[in-house]
């Protein structure tokens, strides 16, 4: 008996330890995971995950709104601050980027989508798509990279070719950058490569985001207006001028694309003629609740403070400027009989807005006072907003940040044209289209305010101000100021806002006031710092001057 | 007090765990002496002769009125540093660091992140340091193991103890915000300091002075309209204990009710308070079935319910930091709540109008052990089986709503019109499974223990499996199996050898196993005769140890290389959101352990029989193959660079103890003080090309911050001299004033220096006990030196966000009547790039020294007793955080980020044995 209860021990131990040791867990390794091949699949025609992989290659196409950190991009212009003071938008006008530290750092971000579309161009001819889905497909991804090196040319200058080469780990990664003009010759030799590759036009409402032939021209277009511009280029020839504007000519040559009939049904259609490329997102109402006034009880939180020389540089309905005698301009009802766009770009004080009108007096709803933070100018930013929803709530509409629209080249190519001949008729005939558009009055001679330019500089003035007025907060001007090197005088001094104080009366008094002093330091800051650990990392991608 | 015996473990520290054994009662002659199962103290002395560790008996660690098991240890081992940076209900848990690493937690022999335990249950708590001391869970022992056992019978008659004690807690250090006023001046000064226009009239001013108008001009202080000046505690315990030689058992039941500090309204019907209330279950069994034969089981289980305000307790401390006093009255004229758009919180209706959220944990760990004699093999042979199973869950549930706040204007004509910010909404009711864990863990031992005359042999052969599933992860496995050996030469020599491998499911195969040797030696001087038995030395005993640790730091299956999910985009005319799939990080193939190798020196004295201990330890911990990005990781790969095995890190410390303990005449007394610093090198790091030797890493504390050094405020004089300052900034009188190490006349990223722990920390502990007759009286005290923290964060600047309050500290700003003795630079209205850049400004020093606890107790004579049929009874009054010391103003030492603060407990209980 002893004997057994041994044995019975000792079997058990076995047992146990036979048990412990011989189960195995059902898996060696998680089986979830996606793997390269799964993801470029040989067996499914369909190409299914790699074309969601293209999908989320879409998303790092350039964006807008407020995405510095609340702010919008050009708060760091002369059109706009932010309303809360020392928010690092304001670090591009104070001067304190450093290589250290710069809030719209895109190097890392643009080579993480050149990545992207190399792995896709290095592995999608494994997958057994149509023959005309692969072409779109690879077209797509080359289009994607070529606007990741145009985002690092703006910015940079100079940035590292990679063609498609995949980077490994164990690569030389201490390349040296390409040149300015390289990148720029590689872009726009690009986009020549694939205009014929991609759709022609979108055949399907669900393909609506997607590149075409127009997208890839803008982007050529783009490219070459900067190449010429003065930043890039100091010395541009009238050739290169009259290239550009040749590759905005053939943008505005394409039969699916015109003007929007009404100005602000541009930014809130989703297939708007005018859109060539845009930045699409779901409905939502994210512009309304970080720019709207911040007295309404849905809660806007007026991060964006358009400035008075914003507000100035529309002209009034007629379309003179309000600086002409003849324009009617009242500074004591300063915002009667404005330009139309100007509605839709700025919140004034007066302005009804969600059943009331707005109060950025003093002390009004929307400007308390008392340390709460609101506009520092007088003015909120109205653009891309939609008016309808409730005073409580919002109601989602379509923000799409367009990329490129048909109005902005038809003044790249006004632009172009200009220089490259100077202010011949076609010139006058975009900028009046672009006006009658804006719902300006055409006035008597029907020429909606444009006076007879027959001199270049004097039409490029004219331009410049146009382009700011009809493209405010569409990231064009903080590059448009780099691009003409003229961000070291605009960008000197104060900017101003509108101080209006409302007596027991009722009556209002308006006083430009300075409110932001600010400075942009031209020996460096037309071009971004290359990262510094970057540079640390590999010398040999060499330092931007002066940073 | 007949037949007691002190058992003081050799190579153990100080004489802690002895125990006091009369007829089934115990006693605490000795405080710090408390009481160690008979089994646990046998178990330690036959492996502990070389090792390096230090143990502490469940009952002096009861001293300390606590909820959580952590807080209780603080300044009771040499070498353990314990912060609470938290008194919030339920999660004030203290953060360990064992020699600069956090230890792992062995609970009853199991790794298991377990300490809802009720300090009645404990047993014992043991710190094991060296590689040899931790080798059979060498995988698990970089930062060397806390082993906490509970209670388990005695072979005495029964004994049933109750336990109630009710304690007051109130936080020993509130933020010292200022008024109004003072906001109001000091940001107008900010303003003009920044060159910019005053926000606050005089007329405003004096209206925040005279609180003419609370309600256009409120003065709200937060802390005091929110929190309670004091909060109970209450525990109650009451647990049986005793057996035979054949069974013998211990079961106990306990309850903890801490409540949180808020003061609520009661205007709800359920309660808004935070709070945390706490059932604890734990037994444990043995039984001795046979002459060879031994059973056990061990249940611990709790239930754990916590509460607070639907906003949550941390975002309501969190506003009462950033809101400043005039920001909104609480209530306006008309009753309804304050606020505007910037503040649609009102804290007062986030804590009472806001619902609540409940929480709530379940824990239980059963455990089973066999062993069994092996005597017809051979005698001194025996084999052992343990199964553990232990299971986790945490719940939360949300029953928070929303509520609107109204801005009064009064217009121009005199009329009061509100504005109204959000909405009332119906109270949710979310549950929200947020945690599930359980574990599975299984050990064989085979071991040998036997003397043959002078030589005496225990072997061990080990083999483990530890089996954790974290909710729908695949398990992870961890195996270690190896072998034990330890001789000794008539307890004069002493030598143990580990050999253990280890294995873990989630390295690749290729590096999954690794072995980790180590090994131990002691010698007994006096044994060995080499010093004649005296009257000074009683014992005195060096030892060395030496071996490998291991740390998986393997991520989840992190080999792996992947493409994942993403949000994707979104197409169409109908906008459809369409999936994305993208390459994941890249990862390394070969990934691998991190290595520790640990040396250890130590001396443990005994003298002037046995009324002195003396003991130190000397260490060399080198952690190698550590995990970390290559430092060439350019950003033109494309994707986020594989993490190596690259890094190695030395960390080199000192520890020692001195206890003294004697009577005088009735009165006995004991002393116990410990010692602890240590010093940390990074030996290696992948460093990118750093242009000046300043900016490398190398050489340097582990994880040391970097930042500007500062050489005082700027003065009119700097700024005609154009003093460097950070980039684009434009300095004021008052800025701080950077040293430009590389003298190119700009402060930036080549500047930066090593900012913090310059010089090295020591941390002290000191124990006191007393014992008169029927009184006790015990005392812990806790210190640093030397240490210093980072105040370079935004709730201590001033006019952060929208506007974070001012505190005391900023009086003290520069200001050129102030210039000689400011301890701030001058304010600005907000963040300031120079004056709030990473600068040594902001290392404090925030040294302490704290009576962590006090206790005081009378143990009443037991002829008196026996008349109402008690064994024992007793009265005691316990304190924790009681006093402090500290440079730091206004500020608790260990918690200092305006959370919910630490707390002060008065407590008061008593104790009957029947």
Not at chain 2, 91 to 105: C, E, K, N, V
Request: hydrophobic share 35%.
């Amino acid at each position: 008996m002893k004997r057994n209860s041994q044995y019975i021990w000792m079997g058990l131990a076995c047992v146990a330890l036979g048990f412990s040791a011989c189960q195995k867990s059902l898996e060696d390794g998680p089986l979830e995971l996606l793997t390269e091949e799964y993801v470029f699949d040989r067996t499914d025609p369909l190409g299914q995950r790699a074309n969601a992989y293209l999908t989320d290659m879409y998303s790092s196409l350039p964006q807008g709104f407020n995405r510095i950190g609340n702010d919008v991009l050009d708060a760091g212009s002369d059109d706009g601050m932010s309303s809360e003071v020392n928010s690092t938008i304001e670090f591009f006008k104070t001067g304190r980027i450093t290589n250290g530290f710069n809030p719209d750092d895109a190097w890392a971000r643009q080579y993480m989508l050149i990545r992207k579309a190399n792995i896709f161009l290095a592995n999608i001819d494994v997958v057994p798509v149509a023959d005309s889905l692969n072409k779109y497909w690879k077209a797509e991804a080359r289009f994607l990279r070529a606007i990741s090196y145009f985002e690092l040319y703006k910015r940079y200058g100079g940035a590292v070719l990679l063609g498609d080469r995949v980077l490994q780990t164990s690569d030389n990664f201490n390349l040296p950058r390409n040149a300015a003009e390289e990148v720029a010759d590689y872009i726009v030799k690009e986009c020549d490569a694939i205009k014929d590759l991609v759709r022609p036009q979108l055949y399907y409402d669900v393909d609506l985001g997607r590149i075409t032939k127009a997208a890839v021209l803008a982007l050529k277009a783009k490219t070459l207006l900067y190449a010429a511009s003065p930043y890039m280029n100091p010395s541009a020839t009238t050739a290169q001028w009259q290239t550009a504007a040749d590759a905005a000519e053939e943008v505005l040559a394409s039969p699916y694309h015109r003007l929007e009939a009404n100005f602000g049904n541009v930014f809130l259609t989703r297939n708007s003629p005018e859109i060539i490329l845009a930045y699409q997102t779901a409905a939502n109402s994210n512009v309304e609740r970080q720019n709207e006034p911040i007295g309404y009880q849905r809660g806007g939180r007026g991060i964006t403070s358009p400035t008075q020389e914003l507000v100035d540089a529309f002209p009034m309905k007629s379309g003179l400027p309000i600086s002409d005698p003849a324009s009617g301009y009242d500074p004591a009802n300063p915002y009667k009989d404005r330009d139309p766009r100007f509605y839709l770009t700025v919140f004034h004080n007066g302005m009804s807005w969600l059943g009331r009108p707005i109060e950025t007096f003093e002390g009004g709803r929307d400007k308390p006072g008392n340390g709460i933070a609101a506009t520092r100018t007088g003015y909120y930013m109205r653009k891309f907003m939609t008016s309808s929803g409730s005073a409580s709530s919002y109601s989602n509409a379509n923000h799409n940040f367009p990329i490129f629209r048909y109005g902005q080249t038809m003044l790249d190519c006004a632009e172009a044209l200009n220089e490259a001949q100077g202010p011949v008729a076609r010139v006058f005939q975009l900028l009046t289209d672009i006006r009658k558009r804006a719902g300006i009055e055409a006035g008597a001679d029907g020429k909606y305010g444009i006076p007879a330019i027959t001199d270049k500089t004097v039409m490029r003035t004219f331009i410049r101000n146009e382009r700011r007025t009809e493209m405010a907060f569409e990231e064009q001007r903080f590059w448009d100021i780099r691009r003409w090197k003229i961000a070291e005088t605009v960008l000197s001094g104060s900017l101003h806002g509108m101080k209006i104080t409302k007596a027991a009366n009722g009556a209002l008094t308006y006083e430009r006031v300075p409110i932001q002093t600010v400075s942009f330091d031209a020996r460096r800051m037309y071009r971004y710092p290359i990262p510094l650990l970057e540079v640390q990392k590999t010398p040999a991608l060499g330092q931007n001057p002066n940073w | 007090m007949k037949s007691i015996t002190l058992c003081c473990l050799a190579g153990m520290g100080f004489c802690t765990a002895a125990y006091a054994y009369d007829g089934g009662r115990t006693d605490t002659l000795f405080p710090p002496a408390g009481v160690i199962h008979r089994d646990t103290a046998d178990l330690l002395l036959r492996h502990t002769a070389t090792l390096s560790g230090y143990s502490v008996s469940g009952s002096v660690l009861n001293q300390a009125p606590v909820a959580d098991v952590t807080n209780s240890l603080s300044g009771r081992f040499p070498g353990l540093y314990l912060l609470q940076s938290t008194g919030q209900p339920g999660l004030d848990a203290g953060l360990f660091s064992l020699r600069g690493q956090t230890p792992t937690i062995l609970l009853n022999g199991v790794p298991r992140n377990y300490t809802d335990i009720d300090l009645n249950d404990i047993e014992s708590v043991t710190v094991l340091k060296d590689a040899a001391a931790t080798a059979l869970y060498g995988a698990r022992a970089q930062g060397g193991l806390l082993l906490i056992k509970t209670k388990r019978g005695l072979n005495a008659p029964p004994v049933v103890s109750f336990t109630a004690q009710y304690g007051v807690q109130d936080p020993t250090q509130l933020p010292n915000v200022l008024n109004s006023y003072d906001y109001a001046t000091l940001y107008n000064e900010a303003l003009r300091n920044d060159g910019r226009a005053p926000l606050y009239s005089d007329q405003e001013l004096e209206a925040y002075r005279t609180h003419s108008d609370p309600y256009r001009y409120p003065d709200v202080n937060w802390y005091d309209e929110v929190l309670k000046r004091s909060t109970p505690i209450a525990r109650i315990n009451l647990n049986m204990r005793g057996g035979t030689q054949k069974a013998s058992y211990f079961a106990s039941v306990s309850y903890l009710d801490q409540a949180g500090i808020f003061k609520t309204d009661g205007s709800n019907t359920y309660s808004t308070n935070a709070n945390y209330k706490r059932y604890n279950l734990t037994a444990g069994l043995d039984i001795q079935l046979d002459r060879d034969t031994e059973v056990g089981l061990n249940v611990l289980g709790n239930l754990g319910n916590s509460q607070e305000p639907g906003f949550f307790t941390s975002s309501t401390f969190f506003n009462m930091a950033s809101t400043p006093p005039n920001a909104y009255p609480i209530f306006n004229p008309d009753g309804s709540l304050g606020g505007n758009s910037d503040y649609r919180n009102n804290i007062f209706a986030q804590l009472n109008r806001g619902g609540y959220r409940t929480n709530s944990t379940r824990n239980l760990a059963v455990d089973g052990r066999v062993k069994r004699y092996l005597p017809f093999i051979t005698k001194g042979l025996y084999a052992a089986a343990n199964v553990s199973f232990y299971s986790s869950y945490f719940e939360t549930v949300n029953f928070a709503k929303n509520f609107p706040v109204f801005k009064m204007n009064i217009d121009a004509a005199g009329d009061t019109t509100y504005q109204k910010f959000g909405d009332v909404s119906a109270q949710q009711k979310n549950p929200d499974v947020a945690q599930v864990n359980r574990q599975l863990f299984t050990q064989f031992m085979l071991g040998y223990d036997k003397s043959l005359g002078q030589h005496n042999i225990s072997a061990l052969l080990l083999a483990h499996r530890d089996q954790n599933t974290n909710g729908m992860e695949l398990p992870a496995e961890m195996w270690q199996y190896g072998a034990r050996g330890d001789y000794n030469w008539k307890e004069q020599f002493y030598v143990q050898l580990n050999a253990m491998w280890a294995s873990y499911n989630y390295l690749p195969s290729a590096t999954r196993r690794v072995f980790l040797p180590s090994g131990s030696v002691a010698w007994d001087v006096m044994r060995s005769g080499l010093i004649g038995s005296n009257n000074i030395i009683t014992a005195l005993k060096p030892r060395l140890a030496y071996g490998y640790t291991a740390n998986a730091n393997a991520g989840y299956f992190a080999y792996n290389q992947s493409y994942s999910g993403t949000a994707g985009y979104t197409f169409g005319v109908s906008p459809v959101g369409t999936g994305g799939v993208a390459e994941g990080s890249l990862v390394n193939p070969r990934r691998d352990w991190e290595i520790g190798k640990k040396f250890n020196a130590g001396i443990d004295g005994s003298f002037f029989n046995g009324h002195l201990q003396l003991g130190a330890d000397y260490f060399i911990h080198r952690f190698v193959d550590l995990i970390q990005a290559p430092g060439r990781s350019s950003a033109l790969l494309g994707n986020t660079w594989p993490v190596m095995n690259l890094g190695r890190n030395e960390y080199r410390g000192f520890e020692a103890y001195a206890g003294y303990r004697n009577n005088a005449g009735s009165l006995h007394y004991n002393i116990t003080a410990n010692l602890y610093s240590e010093q940390s090198k990074v030996l290696f790091q992948d460093e990118i090309g750093r242009p000046y030797p300043w900016l490398e890493r190398t050489g340097k504390p582990v994880g040391v911050p970097f930042g500007y050094e500062t050489i005082g405020y700027m003065t009119e004089a700097d700024i005609t001299a154009k003093a460097p300052t950070v980039t684009g900034y434009t300095a004021v009188p008052g800025d701080l004033k950077f040293k430009d190490q590389n003298g190119d006349g700009l402060i930036d990223a080549d500047d930066q220096v090593q900012i913090d722990r310059l010089k090295p920390v020591y941390y002290y502990g000191m124990q006191l006990g007393l014992a008169w007759k029927g009184f006790d009286l015990n005392a812990v005290f806790y210190g640093t030196q030397n240490r210093t923290i980072n105040l370079g964060r935004s709730s201590y600047w001033e006019f952060q966000g929208l506007g974070t309050p001012v505190f005391g500290h900023h009086l003290q700003r520069w200001t050129p009547e102030t210039a000689a003795t400011a301890e701030y630079p001058r304010l600005s209205a907000g963040p300031n790039p120079n004056n709030h850049a990473p600068s040594s400004f902001w290392i404090k020093n925030a040294d302490y020294f704290r009576l962590k606890n006090l206790q005081l107790g009378y143990t009443f004579q037991q002829a008196w007793l026996k008349s109402v049929r008690l064994k024992e009874a007793r009265v005691f009054v316990t304190g924790y955080n009681l006093l402090t010391s500290t440079k730091l103003k206004d500020l608790d030492p260990e918690s200092y980020s305006l959370g919910y603060p630490n707390m002060r407990v008065f407590n008061a209980g008593i104790n009957i044995k029947f």
